[in-house]
């Protein structure tokens, strides 16, 4: 049985599980981890973090405002780190070390399980991570694409009206 529980709620059992060496397994909710979590479709297991985080690594923190993130670290400055989501192109930072949660080891997507550790997900990782100024760019360029087009478009059927 399935049962749906607020991140209040069951943080405090998932650190004192991850803290003893256990994992946790959950379904993330939300579109910021897009292409790679679709939203309360797949799944993803946390561990403890071993610090320092590697670069590219999935992260479960608490951001001071007190709601729960799932993100990618994408690079450290100083003493903290900075996150993105896989569907965002703003990176986050001043993350701590005490407001990280969990890191995820594996995933499940579309039925099949993923270690992050496959070379075929570190390869996605890297350039996924290294590619959001272009993809950001090309948003762009379809958006503009598409107001010209509606533009076009609009002024067609005036025509033939």
């Given at each position: 049985m399935n049962k749906l529980v607020s991140m209040d709620e069951i943080v405090?059992?998932?650190?004192?599980q991850i803290a003893h060496g256990g994992k946790v397994r959950f379904t993330p909710k939300g579109n910021s981890m897009l292409p790679l979590f679709r939203n309360n479709l797949d799944?993803?297991?946390?561990?403890?973090?071993?610090?320092?985080?590697?670069?590219?690594?999935i992260v479960l923190y608490q951001?001071?405002?007190?709601?729960?993130?799932?993100h990618r670290m994408v690079g450290i400055r100083d003493i903290y780190y900075i996150m993105r989501g896989d569907n965002q192109y703003r990176n986050e930072y001043g993350i701590?070390?005490?407001?990280?949660?969990?890191?995820?080891?594996?995933?499940?997507?579309?039925?099949?399980?993923?270690?992050?550790?496959?070379?075929?997900?570190?390869?996605?990782?890297?350039?996924?991570?290294?590619?959001?100024?272009?993809r950001k760019r090309y948003k762009l360029l379809r958006r503009a694409l598409g107001k010209i087009k509606r533009k076009i478009l609009r002024k067609r059927n005036e025509k033939f009206k």
């Open positions: 405090p059992i998932m650190r004192e799944t993803v297991t946390l561990e403890k973090p071993e610090f320092p985080l590697k670069k590219y690594s951001r001071k405002s007190g709601q729960y993130v799932l701590s070390e005490d407001q990280i949660i969990a890191v995820v080891s594996e995933f499940t997507r579309k039925g099949k399980s993923a270690k992050v550790t496959d070379t075929a997900y570190r390869i996605y990782s890297v350039l996924w991570s290294n590619t959001v100024f272009i």
